[in-house]
């Protein structure tokens, strides 16, 4: 079974910049697609981008395209969300997941993080 834990999130002005991380124990990333997704209040989960472990091979939202960069570490086990340009629309709990088969639906992701709030606000 695969954990992920989260964590970088918090409170930045726009424009700002935040990198959120995503650590996995358990099993091996292997060849895992490792998405990134988020949710403001009152929305639906949406599909943010991901990366393949094996390949590095990334995919990004166009509303992310240009400002968020995906990356991977391979002695850590650990995936980034760098995140830069921020807007105040951009503000949600952001989830990291684990999935055998590519997808942006959410039902594509078999393993969970609990989440980081990311907070635009001047």
């Known amino acids: 079974q695969m954990q992920l834990v989260e964590s970088g999130g918090g409170l930045v002005q726009p424009g700002g910049s935040l990198r959120l991380s995503c650590a996995a124990s358990g099993r091996p990333f292997g060849s895992y697609y490792m998405g990134w997704f988020r949710q403001a209040p009152g929305k639906e989960r949406d599909f943010v981008g991901y990366?393949?472990?094996?390949?590095?091979?990334?995919r990004l939202s166009d509303s992310v395209k240009g400002r968020f960069t995906i990356s991977r570490d391979n002695t850590k086990n650990t995936v980034y969300l760098q995140m830069n340009s921020l807007k105040p629309e951009d503000t949600a709990v952001y989830y990291c997941?684990?999935?055998?088969?590519?997808?942006?639906?959410?039902?594509?992701?078999?393993?969970w993080g609990q989440g980081t709030q990311v907070t635009v606000s001047s």
């Open positions: 990366i393949v472990w094996s390949s590095g091979t990334t």
């Open positions: 997941a684990a999935g055998a088969t590519w997808g942006p639906p959410p039902s594509k992701y078999d393993y």
